[in-house]
C-alpha cells in the first residue's frame, strides 16, 4: 500500500513538473512609454489574447522601463537582454532592404492598410531573403503616416526647407528633408522632445499628429502641412530570441503565429479613430492644418524618385522582383486601407 503510494506521488510529481516544464514567461521589452496607445490598445491586449489562447502556458512580462534604447532593440534580443521586442525599420537600414518598401515617400494609407499590405509582401516576396536571420520574426508592422509641422512659416516649397533646422524621423523622412538641402537632426521619436523643445530646429516631420500629442511635441507646431500620400510612416518589426522561440512547445507556437503577421497588422485599425480625435483636438488649441501645395508635393515625389530607384536596385541585388514587390505592397495597402 506505502509502495503504491509512493509511485502514485512520484507519478504525480512527475506530472506536475512536465506541466510547469510547458509554461513559459517572456520577457517582452516596449521602449515606448506604458500609456502610449500602441501598447493600452495594441500590444498589451495582443499579449493577453495569446496568453488566454494559450490556456496560460504562454506569459509575458515587459518591463515598466526600456530595457534597451530604441536602436537597441534587435541586437538586445539576439544577445538575450530581452526575450522579444520590436524595432523601427529605419534603425536597421543598414541589415535589412527589403522591409524599408514601406518607407517610400507619398505612398502610404493607413495604419492597418500599410500594416497588412506590408506583412503580405514579406510573405510573399521577402521572407526568401532571410534578412532577420538572426532571430523569430513574429509580425511587420506600420504606425500613422507622418505629416510636417511648422514652428514658424509653413513650408509650401523646397526653398522652404534649404538651410532650415529640422527634427526628421531617422530614416525615408529625415534623407528626404537633407535632399531638400534641410539642416537635419535625426533621432527616436521617443527622443525628439528635447531636440523640439529646445529651441534648436524651426520645425519637425515623420510622425503623425496624434504621435507628437503623445510626445508632447504637437504645443510647438503652429501648421501641420498635410502631404496627399503622407510622408513615410514608421515600419517595425517584431521578433523572439531564437532559443527562447524554440523552448516553447509546438502547439503554443503554432497558436502565437496564428495570432501574429497579418493579424496583429490588423490591430493598428485603432490609430484611425484616434488620429482623427487627434486632430479635432489639435485644431481645438488653435493648430492650422493647411493642405501642402501642388509644386510641393510633386517636388518632394522628384526627390522620392532616387530613393525608390535605390529601394528597387537592393531588391534586385537580394534576388526579389522589385516592381512587382512595390506594385503588390501598394494595391494591399490600398485594399486593407479600412
Known sequence: MIRKSLVAAALLAAFAGHAQAQETTILFNSFIHPKNLFNTDVVNPWLADITKATEGRVKFEVPPTSLAAPQQQYDGVNKGVMDAAYMMHGFLADRVKLSQVAHLPLSSTTPRGNSVALWRTYEKFFAKSDEYKDVQVLSLFAGPP?????????????????????????????????????????????????????????????????????????????????????????????????????????????????????????????????????????????????????????????????????????????????????????????????
Not at 241 to 257: C, E, H, L, Y
Open 146 to 338: 507622418g505629416q510636417i509641422f511648422a514652428m514658424k512659416e509653413a513650408p509650401q516649397s523646397l526653398n522652404d526647407l534649404k538651410g532650415v533646422k529640422w527634427y526628421a524621423m531617422p530614416g525615408t523622412t529625415a534623407r528626404l528633408f537633407e535632399m531638400a538641402g534641410a539642416a537635419v537632426v535625426a533621432q527616436p521619436a521617443v527622443r525628439s522632445h528635447e531636440v523640439i523643445s529646445g529651441g534648436t530646429v524651426d520645425g519637425f516631420a515623420g510622425y503623425a499628429v496624434m504621435d507628437a500629442a503623445a510626445f508632447h511635441t504637437l504645443q510647438y507646431a503652429k501648421t501641420v502641412v498635410e502631404v496627399p500620400g503622407f510622408l513615410p510612416p514608421p515600419s517595425f518589426v517584431m521578433f523572439v530570441n531564437k532559443k527562447k522561440w524554440a523552448s516553447i512547445p509546438q502547439r503554443d507556437r503554432d497558436i502565437i503565429v496564428k495570432m501574429s503577421g497579418e493579424e496583429f497588422g490588423k490591430r493598428m485599425a485603432v490609430y484611425d479613430p484616434a488620429g482623427l480625435k487627434a486632430k479635432v483636438d489639435a485644431q481645438a488649441k488653435g493648430v492650422k492644418f493647411v493642405q501642402a501645395s501642388a509644386a510641393f508635393v510633386a517636388a518632394l515625389k522628384s526627390l522620392a524618385g532616387p530613393l525608390e530607384q535605390g529601394w528597387l536596385d537592393d531588391a534586385q541585388k537580394l534576388g526579389v522582383d522589385g516592381k512587382a514587390a512595390l506594385a503588390f505592397y501598394r494595391a494591399e495597402s490600398q485594399k486593407n486601407a479600412k
